[in-house]
C-alpha cells in the first residue's frame, strides 16, 4: 500500500503513454469506432495481420454498440440471438465479462443508460420513479447463456461501453503475434514493447501528477468523472452510474486507473472501483490501482511497482 498527495488536481486526467519503441519500420492503424478513437502502432505486422487488425476494430461497432443497429442491439430487442462466425466476438465478450458483474459493476444496466442522455444539448437526469422502474430488468443473473444461445430474462438489456474497448484492446493483441509496439483502443492502452514503458496521470496544463511504468503484455485503463458529464439545477452528474440504484456516482473521487495483465479486466475494474470507492474495493495482489480523488490525493494499492 501506498499513499502520496497532490497539492494541486485538474479537473482532468488525460492517460498518456510517453515511452515507444520508434523506428522506420513502425506502422500504424488509425480509426474512430465505439465512440471512440483508436491507434495500433506496431512493428513487424504481417500484411494478414494488419488485415485482421482493421477488419476485428472496423466490425467493433457493428458488433458492441447499444445505440445503434448492432449485434448487441438485436439481442437487447429480441431477447434472444444464436452465436454466429460473424458474432461470436459478442459472445466472447459477455461471457468473459459475467464473472466480474456484482455489486458494482454489472453489464446488464442498459434500462439505466438509456434514461441517461449525456449527448443531448439539454440532458436532464431521470426521476427516482424511472430509475425504480428500469431497476426491475437490471440484474445479470437475467443474462443466460446455454450453448451457442444467449437469452436475456425479465426485459433485461445489456450495455458494453465499460467492457469493449478492453477486449478489443486484448484481441488486437492476440492477432499482434510477434509484433512489438503499442495498442490504444479509446485510451486503454497494451504495451508490446520488449521493455518497461512508462504511462503518466497527465496534467493538461504541463508535467505529470504520477508516472507508472507497465511490462509487456501490462495494460492500462482509466474511468473518471470528467469523461462525460452534465449540470442540472447546480449539481454535476457523470456518466459511471451505480449499478444498484441507477444512480450517477458522487463518491468524491475523480478517477480510477487500474494496471493489470489483461485490458479486459483494467477496463472493467476501473469502473467497478470508481464505483465502489476506496474504502470498499477489494483488490487482489496482481494489479495496481490508483484513485485520484476530487480534493487532491493519489492513493496506490495492489501489486507494487514503480511509482514516481
Not at 447499444?66 to 437487447?76: P, Q, V
Not at 440532458?123 to 422502474?133: F, I, Y
Not at 467492457?163 to 492476440?174: F, S, W
Not at 520488449?194 to 474511468?223: D, H, L, Y
Request: glycine content about 6%; hydrophobic content about 35%; aromatic content about 8%.
Amino acid at each position: 500500500r501506498k499513499q502520496c498527495l497532490m497539492k494541486k488536481l485538474l479537473p482532468l486526467i488525460i492517460i498518456c503513454l510517453f515511452l515507444f519503441c520508434s523506428c522506420s519500420k513502425t506502422e500504424e492503424i488509425n480509426g474512430f469506432n465505439m465512440d471512440s478513437p483508436y491507434s495500433v502502432k506496431l512493428n513487424g505486422m504481417t500484411s494478414l495481420q494488419k488485415k485482421e487488425i482493421r477488419t476485428a476494430l472496423s466490425n467493433s461497432d457493428k458488433l458492441f454498440n447499444a445505440y445503434k443497429k448492432s449485434e448487441l442491439y438485436t439481442l437487447n430487442e429480441e431477447k434472444h440471438i444464436s452465436k454466429t462466425e460473424e458474432n461470436k466476438d459478442l459472445f466472447a465478450v459477455i461471457e468473459q465479462s459475467l464473472p466480474y458483474c456484482g455489486e458494482f459493476f454489472d453489464i446488464s444496466v442498459r434500462p439505466y443508460t438509456s434514461l441517461w442522455d449525456f449527448s443531448s444539448d439539454s440532458p436532464v437526469p431521470p426521476t427516482d420513479a424511472e430509475l425504480t422502474e428500469a431497476k426491475k430488468s437490471v440484474g445479470y443473473e437475467n443474462i443466460v447463456i446455454n450453448d451457442n444461445e444467449i437469452t436475456l430474462l425479465n426485459n433485461a438489456q445489456i450495455e458494453l461501453g465499460a467492457v469493449a474497448k478492453g477486449y478489443m484492446c486484448d484481441r488486437v493483441y492476440e492477432i499482434a503475434d510477434n509484433c512489438t509496439g503499442i495498442i490504444d483502443i479509446g485510451g486503454t492502452i497494451k504495451s508490446k514493447i520488449n521493455r518497461k514503458a512508462s504511462v503518466g496521470v497527465k496534467n493538461p496544463n504541463g508535467g505529470f501528477f504520477c508516472t507508472v511504468f507497465i511490462e509487456k503484455g501490462e495494460s492500462v485503463s482509466t474511468s473518471g468523472s470528467y469523461e462525460r458529464n452534465f449540470t442540472y439545477n447546480g449539481e454535476t452528474y457523470c456518466h459511471i452510474l451505480n449499478p444498484k440504484t441507477g444512480k450517477s456516482v458522487r463518491n468524491g473521487l475523480l478517477s480510477v486507473t487500474v494496471i493489470s495483465d489483461s485490458a479486459l479486466k483494467s477496463d472493467i475494474l476501473s469502473t467497478s472501483y470508481f464505483v465502489s470507492g476506496i474504502e470498499n474495493a477489494k483488490i487482489p495482489n496482481d494489479i495496481t490501482v490508483i484513485f485520484v480523488t476530487e480534493n487532491g490525493g493519489i492513493t496506490v494499492l495492489g501489486k507494487e511497482r514503480e511509482i514516481r
